[in-house]
């Protein structure tokens, strides 16, 4: 059982044979340039819809007994030819892989990067945003937008190639173009490895034709006439509302 001074990595899985790797040979690899700094004693292991119902949640969790730099290509070596071979990783040795008594569940369909939490949080949070103190800003915003009478599409789903490439918190329409709406929590999307995907997510979006807005959770709450100040004059900018 972890000491609550101990310090828990959630990690992300997104394919079963990674999962088999943790359970069953006891390792987890993570690439350097997304690692974050401070040291974990634990990896709690956040699956991926993949795994269909034991998916969007944390179901396991290992302590970490130590970490070393290696690339990929010697981690899989099956897996030579792909993209990322020869980039650097950590693989953090494990030891038993163990079963939460309850499993940490993605409701709120939040992206789900590395981030650091507690014992105690591990091990009594039903839901992602206890894990992170996550205050729902997206609930609040939904409210404001309703309140101004401004069309949004919460949770809108951006497909490409038949598959979701990204999901936006809302998307706004406009006669000459698209507002995606983010609402930021400060100590998730502070995270070097959260502020990477961001840029690469915010970039490939405003190639696609869409304006991107970020709204910092303490403005939300705490100054959301400047959030709708912000969001109408972008709208004004696009000629005004409209619908698809």
Same mark, same amino acid.
């Given at each position: 059982?972890?000491?609550?001074?101990?310090?828990?990595?959630?990690?992300?899985?997104?394919?079963? @044979?990674?999962?088999?790797?943790?359970?069953?040979?006891?390792?987890?690899? %993570?690439?350097?340039?997304?690692?974050?700094? /401070?040291?974990?004693?634990?990896?709690?292991?956040?699956?991926?819809?993949?795994?269909?119902?034991?998916?969007?949640?944390?179901?396991?969790?290992?302590?970490? @007994?130590?970490?070393?730099?290696?690339?990929?290509?010697?981690?899989?070596?099956?897996?030579?030819?792909?993209?990322?071979?020869?980039?650097?990783?950590? @693989?953090?040795?494990?030891?038993?892989?163990?079963?939460?008594?309850?499993?940490?569940?993605?409701?709120?369909?939040?992206?789900?990067?590395?981030?650091?939490?507690?014992?105690?949080?591990?091990?009594?949070?039903?839901?992602?945003?206890?894990?992170?103190?996550?205050?729902?800003?997206?609930?609040? %915003?939904?409210?404001?937008?309703?309140?101004?009478?401004?069309?949004?599409?919460?949770?809108?789903?951006? %497909?490409?190639?038949?598959?979701?490439?990204?999901?936006?918190?809302?998307?706004?329409?406009?006669?000459?173009?698209?507002?995606?709406?983010?609402?930021?929590?400060?100590?998730?999307?502070?995270?070097?490895?959260?502020?990477?995907?961001?840029? /690469?997510?915010?970039?490939?979006?405003?190639?696609?034709?869409?304006?991107?807005?970020?709204?910092?959770? @303490?403005?939300? %709450?705490?100054?959301?006439?400047?959030?709708?100040?912000?969001?109408?004059?972008?709208?004004?900018?696009?000629?005004?509302?409209?619908?698809?």
């Amino acid at each position: 059982m972890p000491d609550n001074q101990d310090l828990v990595l959630v990690g992300v899985v997104n394919r079963r @044979k990674d999962l088999e790797i943790a359970s069953n040979k006891h390792w987890y690899r %993570m690439p350097v340039k997304y690692a974050p700094k /401070r040291k974990a004693n634990f990896l709690a292991l956040y699956q991926t819809r993949v795994f269909g119902k034991e998916g969007k949640s944390i179901n396991y969790y290992a302590p970490i @007994k130590y970490s070393s730099p290696i690339s990929r290509r010697e981690l899989l070596p099956e897996e030579r030819s792909h993209p990322r071979a020869g980039q650097t990783y950590y @693989k953090l040795h494990l030891g038993p892989l163990k079963e939460l008594p309850q499993k940490i569940r993605n409701k709120s369909r939040r992206r789900v990067s590395f981030g650091f939490t507690t014992p105690t949080k591990l091990f009594e949070s039903s839901e992602i945003s206890e894990l992170f103190d996550i205050k729902p800003i997206e609930a609040i %915003m939904e409210k404001l937008l309703k309140r101004n009478k401004i069309k949004a599409f919460n949770e809108y789903l951006l %497909m490409e190639d038949g598959h979701c490439r990204y999901r936006l918190d809302f998307a706004v329409f406009c006669e000459k173009g698209k507002i995606d709406v983010e609402c930021d929590n400060e100590k998730w999307h502070r995270l070097s490895s959260q502020k990477i995907k961001d840029r /690469r997510r915010d970039l490939y979006l405003r190639e696609h034709g869409w304006t991107v807005l970020r709204f910092e959770g @303490k403005n939300i %709450m705490n100054n959301p006439n400047y959030c709708i100040k912000v969001l109408n004059k972008a709208i004004r900018k696009l000629d005004g509302l409209s619908f698809p």
